[in-house]
């Protein structure tokens, strides 16, 4: 039966939230989710963008707002003096916000692999995570995925993909499950061949067709890695073998990622591509609520249709599926060495099939640790990013 709705609502909004990651795209849209539904946030991170941050306090009033950079948590303080907002700083600021108060639901959307340790601090204190940053699951996903066994939390995901898999999944047991299919928009190069890659700038990267997000993961769209990582999250998040995550491409962006039983039925999931439904599920689960997203409009979408990725022209793609098979260090050598070879590409210092050369060369000449620990997996990150540097000088 369904449930009357402002029962749901009265309980929804009495369950305090933190946003890490508030002033970046997902961060922003989910303070949009919040509004909407009176949840209360009792705390929020952001990064240096403090005019942004006094909006978000004056707005939401949280307990806490934690700057990583000093200098701008002191001008924030100044700013903020006359609310009763307490202001935390630096990397300590940040885990300390990710484990304290009593929010139930801890939204991590930090970009990068700065975002680990939060997910893990916000896991050990016992809360449940909205998980909107990939570094955590690509990097260390088995040592996270056992933590949030062991404290009896759940990991919910926030990418479209992962969320779409995790409702189509809704109820039903593992051993039915077949296989997962990820779809792609296939990024801004789709149909291109290696040759017609070589000379494409930064700029041509970064016009994503469907949709709108920063810099760096824009690329990773353009060159399959950010598929290849979400293939990485979804072995871990669901515990499935990655030869049973099969990427569809899927330019529409409507079927968000779907789910093959056992009976050959397969379920999916589609909507509007728009973050704020994946980011309201996150939080809300397990209610359906009235959300901020358009009617999808199938007609006027008219068809959908799929095909299967371009593994040649895309070679990072199937080498995240070699790298989740290894384990060990190896995710996180694949994640340090894309993220130097993004950044030296925005610079325009090495080209896009570089790009791929130098992040396949780093992973396979790197040896992977078994069983790391979270430090073996820090290392293992800085050391490819090195290697990196080194291959392009
Ligand atoms: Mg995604």
């Known amino acids: 039966m369904v449930k009357p709705m402002n029962e749901t609502n009265d309980r929804i909004g009495a369950l305090p939230v933190t946003v890490l990651g508030s002033t970046g795209s997902v961060g922003r849209q989910t303070m949009d989710v919040a509004a909407m539904h009176g949840l209360r946030v009792e705390g929020i991170a952001g990064s240096k963008n403090i005019t942004l941050l006094e909006e978000q306090?004056?707005?939401?009033?949280?307990?806490?707002?934690?700057?990583?950079?000093?200098?701008?948590?002191?001008?924030l303080k100044i700013a903020v003096s006359d609310t009763d907002t307490q202001i935390l700083s630096g990397r300590e600021g940040v885990l300390y916000l990710a484990s304290a108060g009593e929010s139930k639901t801890v939204l991590n959307s930090i970009v990068g692999t700065a975002g680990l340790m939060p997910t893990l601090a916000a896991i050990r204190a016992g809360k449940n995570v909205a998980l909107a940053n990939k570094e955590t699951l690509?990097?260390?996903?088995?040592?996270?995925?056992?933590?949030?066994?062991?404290n009896g939390v759940s990991v919910l995901p926030v990418d479209s993909e992962h969320c779409a898999i995790f409702q189509c999944l809704n109820g039903e047991p593992k051993n039915r499950?077949?296989?997962?299919?990820?779809?792609?928009?296939?990024?801004?190069?789709?149909?291109?061949?290696?040759?017609?890659l070589e000379n494409v700038t930064a700029r041509e990267a970064l016009a994503h067709p469907t949709w709108k997000m920063g810099a760096k993961i824009t690329v990773d769209c353009a060159s399959l890695m950010n598929k290849g990582f979400e293939l990485i999250e979804a072995v871990r998040l669901f515990d499935v073998a990655p030869d049973d995550v099969e990427v569809v491409v899927h330019p529409e962006s409507i079927v968000h990622s779907m789910v093959g039983f056992c009976d050959n039925a397969v379920m999916a999931q589609l909507s509007v591509p728009d973050m704020r439904l994946c980011i309201q599920y996150a939080l809300?689960?397990?209610?359906?609520?009235?959300?901020?997203?358009?009617?999808?409009?199938?007609?006027?979408?008219?068809?959908?249709t799929f095909s299967e990725p371009d593994e040649e022209t895309f070679t990072l793609l199937p080498l995240a599926r070699r790298a989740v098979k290894e384990g060990g260090t190896k995710t996180a050598?694949?994640?340090?060495?894309?993220?130097?070879?993004?950044a030296l590409f925005l610079d325009g210092k090495i080209g896009f099939t570089d790009l791929f050369d130098i992040v396949e060369t780093v992973v396979n000449e790197t040896v992977s640790k078994e069983n790391p620990t979270i430090d073996d997996i820090e290392d293992a990150v800085c050391m490819a990013r090195d290697a990196v540097c080194k291959l392009s000088r």
């Open 57 to 75: 306090i004056r707005q939401f009033h949280p307990r806490f707002c934690a700057v990583e950079n000093e200098a701008a948590a002191k001008d």
């Open 138 to 150: 690509v990097t260390a996903g088995e040592i996270v995925m056992r933590e949030a066994r062991e």
């Open 177 to 196: 499950v077949s296989k997962l299919y990820l779809t792609c928009s296939g990024g801004a190069f789709r149909g291109k061949k290696r040759k017609e």
């Open 284 to 304: 809300t689960y397990p209610d359906r609520m009235p959300s901020l997203l358009e009617p999808l409009d199938l007609k006027k979408v008219g068809r959908l």
């Open 333 to 342: 050598v694949l994640n340090g060495a894309n993220d130097a070879a993004v």
